[in-house]
Nanobody, 111 residues
């Protein structure tokens, strides 16, 4: 079965960096687009970044220039490098492929 396991979340000060990882299994990772989404209480889940099977990327306007999505097909893992973090980046971050979701990892940006 499809499994997506996120890791790398935590507490970071404004301006800091974190790298999220999503380890995938149960499907042919290399042929699918992968995405990172985030959600805060009371709000809809929103797309943060997507990477296609060919490595093309797309970002939400709010994170362009600060976040980078990448993938390692040999490790069945997708990453989200987050730099220059802001308080408004605080959210639970989820990994996604098609209709499957990971359990989420909490990112808190606070001093």
């Amino acid at each position: 079965q499809v499994q997506l396991v996120e890791s790398g979340g935590g507490l970071v000060e404004p301006g800091g960096s974190l790298r999220l990882s999503c380890a995938a299994s149960g499907f042919t990772f290399s042929i699918y687009a992968m995405g990172w989404y985030r959600q805060t209480p009371g709000k809809q889940r929103e797309s943060v970044a997507v990477i296609t099977s060919g490595g093309n990327t797309n970002y939400a306007d709010s994170v362009k220039g600060r976040f980078t999505i990448s993938r390692d097909n040999a490790k069945n893992t997708v990453y989200l490098q987050m730099n220059s973090l802001k308080r408004e980046d605080t959210a639970v971050y989820y990994c996604n492929v098609i209709r499957w979701w990971g359990q989420g990892t909490q990112v808190t940006v606070s001093s």
